[in-house]
Every structure is written in structure tokens, then in C-alpha cells.
């Protein structure tokens, strides 16, 4: 079934990476994607990985895509205040109807 | 001015009663979607449509139906509201290509 994971809480200091993880299971999404929300908005592309790469990096951010283990990952270098929110992943299966499964999301928690 | 807009952006409404959301959106896409956002379990489709001959349910689709008056417009309806359905619902479109959604900006919906 399709199904996208990912942890609900993580924590950092200011200045230091943050690492949010996420799994899926349908292989054949062509694109795999961030979305950010922050308080009292909807969510928003942050970045989005075609699924025949194994890594993107966009200025603070890098996504890393590793297709054998269906494991997506976000980190955002120099984390800073302005970056806490929740974090969601999603994919958009090529079957099924071609509709965007999106995890629980990750809230993350910026302590400066 | 966003691309996508939804009215109302709050409402208290009592249980039977029946309630109309609204979305528009200015970016020309094809399709959109409506999905509900509840504490931990993410987004959850309710309806979607790829043209506005085309309409599909979602995950979730009981206790709603939807209309596409329009390419640039989607309202989704309660017919008779229930407490369960106390949730933030965002109205998304998307075009083809990466599939990106673009969200509104959400409706926070109380039935009591």
C-alpha cells in the first residue's frame, strides 16, 4: 500500500544541521518532495528531488534520495530560528491516480 | 495578491448544519484538491479533480461532496456537520509536470 513516514518531533540548537528522515513506499514516484508549513499558513514547496538522483542541494539545503531503501532525508545546514516548523514528505506514485501521499510531518523545534 | 485563496478563513458552525467552503485558484492549473490536516496525522485527501469534468474521491470522501463550478474553482461541502469534522481543511491545485501542489492558506472549521 502506499504509505510515507517520517518521525513527528525533532529538536536542534541554533546553528547546528537538522536531519529530518522519511520513508515511503511506492517506487514509482517520479518526483519525491519537501513541503514546509509554518504557523497559521498552508504548506509550501521547500524542494523536490527527481527520483533518478541520489542527492540535491539547494543553498542550506541538501535532500538525499537512496531509492534501494525507499529513505528520503532533508538537512538543513545552520539551522536557524526562522526554521522551525512542521516538515512534511511526500511522493506522487505513478499508480493509484496520481495522487500526492504526504507524511504525518516532522515538527521541528529551532532552541536559540 | 496568493495564488490560491479560501473563504472562509474561520468558521463555527453547530452539528446539521450544512457548510460551504471555497477555493480559487489564479494559476491556471488543472487540478485541485481538498484535504483536512488533523494533529499528527497529516494531510488526508478528501476530494480531487483533474479537470472540471473530473472528480474523484480522496481517502476520506464520507460526509463531504464537492463541486468544480469552474478550471479555477473547487468548493467542498459538508452536508451536515458533525464534531468530527472539526479539523483545518487547505483547498491545492497543481499543474502537470513536477506535480508541485501550491495550498492555500487553510479554513480552521469547529462544529459543536
Known amino acids: 500500500g502506499e504509505d510515507v513516514e517520517q518521525s513527528l518531533f525533532l529538536s536542534v540548537r541554533e546553528g547546528d544541521s537538522s536531519v529530518i528522515n522519511c520513508t515511503y513506499t511506492?517506487?514509482?514516484?517520479?518526483?519525491l518532495y519537501w513541503y514546509k508549513q509554518e504557523p497559521g499558513a498552508g504548506l509550501q514547496l521547500l524542494t523536490y528531488i527527481f527520483s533518478n538522483m541520489d542527492m540535491k542541494q539547494d543553498q542550506r539545503l541538501t535532500v538525499l534520495l537512496n531509492k534501494k531503501d525507499k529513505h528520503l532525508s532533508l538537512r538543513i545546514a545552520d539551522t536557524q530560528t526562522g526554521d522551525s516548523a512542521i516538515y512534511f514528505c511526500?511522493?506522487?506514485?505513478?499508480?493509484?491516480?496520481?495522487?500526492?501521499?504526504f507524511g504525518a510531518g516532522t515538527r521541528l523545534f529551532v532552541k536559540a | 495578491d496568493a495564488d490560491v485563496t479560501q473563504t472562509p478563513r474561520n468558521r463555527i458552525t453547530k452539528t446539521g448544519k450544512r457548510i460551504m467552503l471555497e477555493c480559487s485558484q489564479t494559476?491556471?492549473?488543472?487540478?485541485m484538491y481538498w484535504y483536512r490536516q488533523d494533529p499528527g496525522l497529516g494531510l488526508r485527501l478528501i476530494y480531487y479533480s483533474f479537470d472540471v469534468k473530473d472528480i474523484n474521491k480522496g481517502e476520506i470522501s464520507d460526509g463531504y461532496s464537492v463541486s468544480r463550478q469552474a478550471q479555477a474553482k473547487f468548493s467542498l461541502s459538508l452536508e451536515s456537520a458533525i464534531p468530527n469534522q472539526t479539523a483545518l481543511y487547505f483547498c491545492?491545485?497543481?499543474?502537470?509536470?513536477?506535480?508541485?501542489?501550491?495550498f492555500g492558506p487553510g479554513t480552521r472549521l469547529t462544529v459543536l
Open positions: 511506492d517506487s514509482s514516484s517520479t518526483y
Open positions: 491545492a491545485s497543481s499543474g502537470t509536470g513536477t506535480d508541485t501542489q501550491y
Open positions: 494559476k491556471g492549473h488543472d487540478r
Open positions: 511526500a511522493e506522487t506514485p505513478r499508480t493509484g491516480g496520481f495522487k500526492t501521499i
